[in-house]
């Protein structure tokens, strides 16, 4: 038994102040920081994982949970290392400054706090911290002419098998083939581990089910709650209906120009979800719009941005066809989350991409088809 283990963190107990991590007595109180740790580090206490494996989770837990409550110099009442770490983090997004501005940033304020400050030295110190909560993402190769992925049973083979291109870069100098560095990249974040992850919070569970108790009792559109469409599916699928934490998407997706000019010589894609249970003021807000796909240039994807949209294809169907089982923080027990996707959004052209209709000439309205005017 380690004797240091007060507060029972894995039994249920909740510390009613911070854990000593000297004899200053100036730590900062921050349960909430306990929480998230624990919901990235522990998906659910029931799921038979190897006592060697938990204590290992174990000792990652508490080094990580000793980073985010010591506060950044001694007499700090303030501000704990995570706290300032996410704040200058957030500084630097919002303001676009580069990796060598933030270390130079990093540098100044840790020359005007005390020499015994605990602030990073470097933004690579400072990703190796907040890296306990990257979700990640998958690398995926791709033909450069668009029509093939390198993944799954192909993920071996060094030539597209439809138009016969090499995977892999050329040196423009030399002319020859660069093994090990692809022409393209299709870079993909899985819905799954963000799903589990918003489960875990029990505030958001309860914003998830918000729209089976606000539906609109006078006939009036003030959610998609009260959209035909969604009375359609419920009408439709009365077993998906029937759990109100089962997720309805919707899918957007357009090319931009990543840097910042009108220049069409380069057009990046990316494909965005957007979970429809939310309340209004939560919909469509930042924290909602999950990016999935980053569909890489220079030329646009066109008709075969389904070559890409596999991958998410592919879990969208799974987590429609059998679902897949997820602890549910707010019930405290487990469940079968299923997800349907309603629609997909998008200006004509890149809805002429994603469903193959023609949106210009002859037949250019999707709803009048062969009737256009």
């Given at each position: ?158 030539e597209c098998p439809k138009c ?73 699928w009365p077993s998906f209906a ?55 240039g220079p030329k646009q994807p ?72």
């Open positions: 038994m380690d004797p240091t283990y007060m507060t029972w963190y894995f039994h249920g107990e909740y510390p009613s102040e911070s854990p000593q991590h000297g004899n200053d007595g100036n730590d900062v109180e921050m349960p909430e920081t306990y929480e998230m740790y624990r919901d990235v580090f522990f998906e659910d206490d029931n799921d038979g994982v190897s006592d060697l494996n938990y204590e290992t989770r174990e000792a990652e837990f508490q080094k990580a949970l000793e980073n985010a409550e010591t506060p950044l110099y001694p007499e700090c009442t303030k501000y704990t290392i995570m706290f300032a770490i996410v704040a200058l983090y957030k500084h630097k997004a919002a303001h676009n400054l580069s990796d060598t501005c933030f270390d130079g940033l990093l540098k100044f304020f840790g020359d005007m706090l005390p020499d015994n400050n605990k602030l990073p030295e470097s933004f690579y110190e400072t990703k190796k911290i907040l890296k306990t909560f990257d979700l990640g993402y998958e690398k995926i190769d791709a033909c450069k002419n668009h029509c093939f992925l390198f993944t799954k049973e192909n993920k071996h083979i060094n016969g291109v090499s995977r892999w870069k050329e040196n423009e100098r030399t002319k020859k083939v660069q093994d090990g560095v692809p022409t393209k990249v299709l870079r993909y974040f899985p819905i799954l581990p963000r799903f589990r992850r918003m489960f875990r919070s029990p505030e958001i569970v309860e914003q998830v089910m918000w729209h089976s108790t606000h539906r609109s009792r006078d006939r009036k559109m003030r959610h998609l709650v009260d959209t035909p469409a969604w009375h359609e599916i419920d009408k439709a029937s759990d109100s934490r089962n997720l309805r998407l919707g899918l957007s997706t357009d090319g931009f120009n990543p840097f910042g000019n009108l220049s069409s010589a380069y057009s990046c894609w990316p494909v965005m979800l957007v979970v429809y249970n939310f309340p209004p003021l939560v919909l469509m807000s930042k924290e909602n719009m999950m990016l999935t796909l980053q569909i890489p066109g008709n075969d941005i389904d070559v890409y949209l596999e991958p998410l294809i592919d879990d969208l169907k799974e987590l429609w066809d059998k679902g897949v089982e997820i602890y549910d923080a707010f019930a405290k027990s487990k469940f079968n989350l299923k997800v349907i996707l309603m629609w997909t959004i998008s200006n004509l052209p890149a809805y002429s991409n994603l469903s193959s209709h023609v949106t210009k000439g002859k037949k250019a309205c999707p709803i009048c088809s062969d009737d256009t005017c």
